[in-house]
């Protein structure tokens, strides 16, 4: 069935390239210096379990032929990814109020730089593959994907922007930056783990018009 071969491939892809970038951000981040960066390395190496849980989702989807059974399956593996969502806004939070507390000295270099924008490139690109894959065979498992996705891209822009505040005027506004992301990442995953009480919440890279759209399809 190709909606199946299509998600498992996307799980796939997922573990893959979250796997990757976490490889490269630990590297720079221990270079650096940067908790942050190496922090950043951590989340996508805990968010290429997600990749697992989509594929053993789909897995135990094309086993069970009841569309009851199926959709308690789908819900339950996005229940995990938006606790899994939560549980990074909170070890941000944490983390950051650890920084405010006790400022860690940091020292930048162009590869910090480099690979960082290689990571929200790389993000970003992973975030819409999972989101285009999500809307087209109605997958809620993999727009939970793209969101957690999307969220470490937010988290890798802050950095990015912290470092250059610090790299031009030196000040050191990391932790702030970083509590702000975490506010937009208990949202979005709030949102998905209750869906019912968060009634109008969008895919943070969705329109009106395509959220309107699948509402409208029927399973």
């Not at 999500?134 to 969101?147: D, F, N």
Request: proline fraction near 2%; hydrophobic fraction near 50%.
């Amino acid at each position: 069935m190709e909606r199946s071969k299509v998600i498992i491939r996307s799980g796939l892809v997922f573990i893959l390239t979250n796997f990757l970038l976490s490889v490269f951000n630990l590297i720079v981040g221990l270079v650096s210096g940067s908790i942050a960066i190496s922090s950043d390395a951590i989340h996508s190496l805990i968010d290429a379990v997600s990749g697992f849980i989509i594929v053993g989702c789909e897995r135990l989807l094309k086993v069970n032929k009841f569309s009851d059974k199926r959709r308690k399956i789908e819900r339950g593996a996005t229940i995990i990814i938006a606790l899994i969502i939560i549980a990074t806004g909170v070890h941000i939070v944490i983390e950051s109020i650890e920084k405010l507390i006790e400022p860690e000295p940091v020292e930048y270099s162009i590869w910090t730089v480099v690979v960082l924008i290689g990571s929200i490139i790389a993000k970003l690109w992973l975030a819409f593959y999972l989101r285009n894959n999500s809307r087209k065979y109605h997958s809620e498992v993999l727009s939970a994907s793209s969101a957690e996705t999307f969220n470490d891209m937010l988290i890798s822009v802050a950095v990015f922007v912290s470092i250059a505040i610090y790299l031009i005027w030196r000040v050191n506004i990391e932790a702030y930056i970083s509590l702000g992301v975490a506010l937009v990442i208990f949202k979005i995953g709030l949102e998905f783990l209750f869906p019912r009480i968060t009634s109008h919440h969008h895919h943070p890279l969705e329109s009106d018009h395509s959220h309107g759209e699948k509402n409208k399809t029927t399973d």
